[in-house]
């Protein structure tokens, strides 16, 4: 694969010391930015492989083709098309959605030269793999807070079908895990100094960071320094039967199913029929939050995620791992009743046995803490669902990086107003206004107006005291490997999650930073999940 180090401009070692031109030519292409007077030159809308379309539907990605016209970098370019979306710009979303996704966007300084060595950040959008749930992020208040001395870098990569569609076709005439491959490929494409790289992501961006550090069995590429992973997003693995019978669904519901090659002609089929079997699947009765999973290949995803991080086979860098209070509030079933939790939960871990539900039930009991307009049990099936799927894989994976390198860890619990009164306490990527700002949400449409209004506007208002814990921490982390070094006044020395062979973690509050242990009760439900979730397939 040909790497083309776009950034070579800013961190190469050279004779020549100029000012970044917001004009930039790389070995197939020239890109015109925008440099604008709050001192940051943007590249938005960089391609860094060929459009995933036609023949290239379901391969590895591949090298973009040369072209001579001088391309426009001044605007973002399509969000990568997800479960449930329509081609175009959508009434509620605003985003335009297409198939032609494979995009990097950098801002950086505008007075970066090439002799800077700037540190990155290198963010990996979340949305469980099925959708892009956080893209077009404005990160100028993050590269800015500390002197315009940050890049950061963020990108777009294949989610849903497209990007984890499975089974016997896809696995001999294509390539299983397109969308981690994408992520690799413009991990690759950026080059820069792997010695000041720091990947990042929440959720399910989150889990593709601790995917990105297990790829090859551990194998270190050289891509990156450190990792920062908001919510981590776990699930069971999904097996190759089952991985089977999506990919069967998927043909019929696209018009191919009793095509000769059904995966050519799946290649060949029109974007809207696609869309069509481009759906959330199944693996009970009641539909699961989302079935777009990776899966085991053998190459980039040699085992169980999580197992591979027991076992070892992990890029040793250090981290933050973080968590919000109420991971599940956003996802949970309102629940009325044990059974109904039990309904949810299986319906997401569908390994799960009776023995295991009652054991759930028992650990997830009727809560006191009620929450408005929610039904009694809600709460515990949202309790079950943040710890099986974000909060106890970000402990697990606290705890095998953190035994011979350094982990930091942080609960973040506060919340909004509006949030509070909706019933949903700390959401889940809540603390995402607070890491890079009240700015760096996207203005897209009604959701837009929404993610906004609830998410980021209130770290601009009542939330103000967290940002700057926050952001510091994140940017000192990005600069030095330390989330102390550049630290707010307002925040204590942030210790590793396992010094004195504890596991400790910070909890964030507008009030300021406290220190917990986690709770043994905690550790006991984690270490039972994390069996479950690390040795399991979803059938």
Same mark, same amino acid.
């Given at each position: 694969?040909?790497?083309?180090?776009?950034?070579?401009?800013?961190?190469?070692?050279?004779?020549?010391?100029?000012?970044?031109?917001?004009?930039?030519?790389?070995?197939?292409?020239?890109?015109?930015?925008?440099?604008?007077?709050?001192?940051?030159?943007?590249?938005?809308?960089?391609?860094?492989?060929?459009?995933?379309?036609?023949?290239?539907?379901?391969?590895?990605?591949?090298?973009?083709?040369?072209?001579?016209?001088?391309?426009?970098?001044?605007?973002?370019?399509?969000?990568?098309?997800?479960?449930?979306?329509?081609?175009?710009?959508?009434?509620?979303?605003?985003?335009?959605?297409?198939?032609?996704?494979?995009?990097?966007?950098?801002?950086?300084?505008?007075?970066?030269?090439?002799?800077?060595?700037?540190?990155?950040?290198?963010?990996?959008?979340?949305?469980?793999?099925?959708?892009?749930?956080?893209?077009?992020?404005?990160?100028?208040?993050?590269?800015?807070?500390?002197?315009?001395?940050?890049?950061?870098?963020?990108?777009?990569?294949?989610?849903?079908?497209?990007?984890?569609?499975?089974?016997?076709?896809?696995?001999?005439?294509?390539?299983?895990?397109?969308?981690?491959?994408?992520?690799?490929?413009?991990?690759?494409?950026?080059?820069?100094?792997?010695?000041?790289?720091?990947?990042?992501?929440?959720?399910?961006?989150?889990?593709?960071?601790?995917?990105?550090?297990?790829?090859?069995?551990?194998?270190?590429?050289?891509?990156?320094?450190?990792?920062?992973?908001?919510?981590?997003?776990?699930?069971?693995?999904?097996?190759?039967?089952?991985?089977?019978?999506?990919?069967?669904?998927?043909?019929?519901?696209?018009?191919?199913?009793?095509?000769?090659?059904?995966?050519?002609?799946?290649?060949?089929?029109?974007?809207?029929?696609?869309?069509?079997?481009?759906?959330?699947?199944?693996?009970?009765?009641?539909?699961?939050?989302?079935?777009?999973?990776?899966?085991?290949?053998?190459?980039?995803?040699?085992?169980?995620?999580?197992?591979?991080?027991?076992?070892?086979?992990?890029?040793?860098?250090?981290?933050? #791992?973080?968590? $919000?209070? +109420?991971? !599940?509030?956003? /996802?949970?079933? =309102? %629940? *009325?009743?044990?059974?109904?939790?039990?309904?949810?939960?299986?319906?997401?871990?569908?390994?799960?046995?009776?023995?295991?539900?009652?054991?759930?039930?028992?650990?997830?009991?009727?809560?006191?803490?009620?929450?408005?307009?929610?039904?009694?049990?809600?709460?515990?099936?949202?309790?079950?669902?943040?710890?099986?799927?974000?909060?106890?894989?970000?402990?697990?994976?606290?705890?095998?990086?953190?035994?011979?390198?350094?982990?930091?860890?942080?609960?973040?619990?506060?919340?909004?107003?509006?949030?509070?009164?909706?019933?949903?306490? #700390?959401?889940? $990527?809540? +603390?995402? !206004?607070?890491? /890079?700002?009240? =700015? %760096? *949400?996207?203005?897209?449409?009604?959701?837009?107006?929404?993610?906004?209004?609830?998410?980021?506007?209130?770290?601009?208002?009542?939330?103000?005291?967290?940002?700057?814990?926050?952001?510091?921490?994140?940017?000192?982390?990005?600069?030095?490997?330390?989330?102390?070094?550049?630290?707010?006044?307002?925040?204590?020395?942030?210790?590793?999650?396992?010094?004195?062979?504890?596991?400790?973690?910070?909890?964030?509050?507008?009030?300021?930073?406290?220190?917990?242990?986690?709770?043994?009760?905690?550790?006991?439900?984690?270490?039972?999940?994390?069996?479950?979730? $690390?040795?399991?397939?979803?059938?």
């Amino acid at each position: 694969m040909k790497t083309v180090t776009l950034l070579a401009v800013v961190f190469a070692s050279v004779s020549c010391v100029s000012a970044l031109s917001s004009k930039i030519s790389l070995d197939y292409a020239t890109y015109q930015g925008t440099a604008g007077f709050d001192g940051i030159t943007r590249f938005l809308g960089m391609q860094y492989a060929a459009p995933p379309v036609g023949d290239l539907r379901w391969k590895a990605p591949q090298d973009p083709a040369q072209t001579t016209a001088v391309q426009s970098a001044a605007k973002f370019k399509d969000v990568f098309i997800g479960v449930k979306q329509t081609v175009g710009t959508g009434l509620i979303g605003g985003f335009n959605y297409g198939e032609d996704c494979l995009y990097i966007s950098v801002i950086t300084p505008s007075s970066a030269t090439n002799t800077s060595h700037l540190p990155v950040l290198f963010h990996i959008p979340g949305g469980g793999f099925a959708q892009l749930a956080d893209p077009n992020l404005d990160f100028t208040d993050f590269v800015k807070t500390f002197g315009n001395n940050i890049v950061a870098v963020q990108i777009n990569y294949r989610v849903g079908g497209l990007g984890f569609l499975a089974g016997e076709e896809v696995r001999s005439g294509g390539a299983l895990n397109a969308g981690l491959l994408d992520q690799r490929q413009a991990l690759q494409w950026f080059g820069g100094d792997p010695n000041r790289v720091t990947v990042f992501g929440g959720s399910a961006g989150a889990g593709s960071v601790g995917l990105q550090m297990t790829a090859y069995g551990g194998r270190d590429d050289g891509l990156f320094a450190e990792a920062y992973a908001d919510a981590p997003a776990y699930s069971e693995v999904n097996s190759d039967s089952y991985s089977q019978f999506q990919f069967n669904n998927f043909a019929t519901a696209a018009g191919c199913g009793s095509a000769t090659d059904r995966l050519s002609c799946l290649r060949q089929a029109d974007i809207a029929k696609i869309q069509k079997a481009n759906v959330v699947g199944n693996y009970t009765d009641i539909a699961a939050q989302s079935t777009s999973n990776p899966v085991i290949d053998g190459t980039f995803v040699q085992d169980i995620p999580l197992r591979l991080f027991q076992t070892g086979h992990f890029v040793n860098v250090p981290m933050i #791992v973080g968590d $919000a209070t +109420d991971e !599940g509030t956003l /996802f949970a079933a =309102n %629940a *009325g009743s044990p059974e109904e939790v039990s309904e949810f939960i299986q319906a997401n871990v569908p390994s799960l046995t009776e023995a295991n539900l009652t054991t759930i039930n028992q650990f997830y009991p009727l809560m006191a803490a009620q929450q408005p307009f929610h039904k009694a049990h809600f709460p515990s099936a949202a309790a079950a669902f943040g710890e099986a799927t974000f909060i106890c894989p970000g402990l697990t994976i606290s705890s095998a990086v953190g035994a011979s390198n350094q982990v930091w860890n942080y609960r973040f619990d506060q919340s909004s107003l509006a949030l509070r009164l909706a019933g949903y306490g #700390v959401l889940h $990527a809540f +603390d995402t !206004g607070a890491i /890079f700002g009240p =700015n %760096a *949400g996207p203005m897209a449409g009604l959701l837009g107006i929404v993610e906004n209004g609830l998410v980021f506007s209130s770290f601009a208002g009542e939330n103000a005291n967290v940002v700057p814990i926050m952001m510091n921490y994140a940017i000192s982390f990005v600069r030095t490997q330390d989330p102390n070094t550049y630290k707010s006044g307002f925040a204590p020395n942030w210790q590793t999650y396992n010094k004195d062979g504890g596991k400790q973690r910070i909890v964030v509050r507008n009030s300021g930073v406290t220190y917990e242990d986690v709770p043994a009760t905690q550790q006991t439900r984690c270490a039972f999940w994390t069996d479950i979730i $690390a040795n399991s397939f979803a059938e």
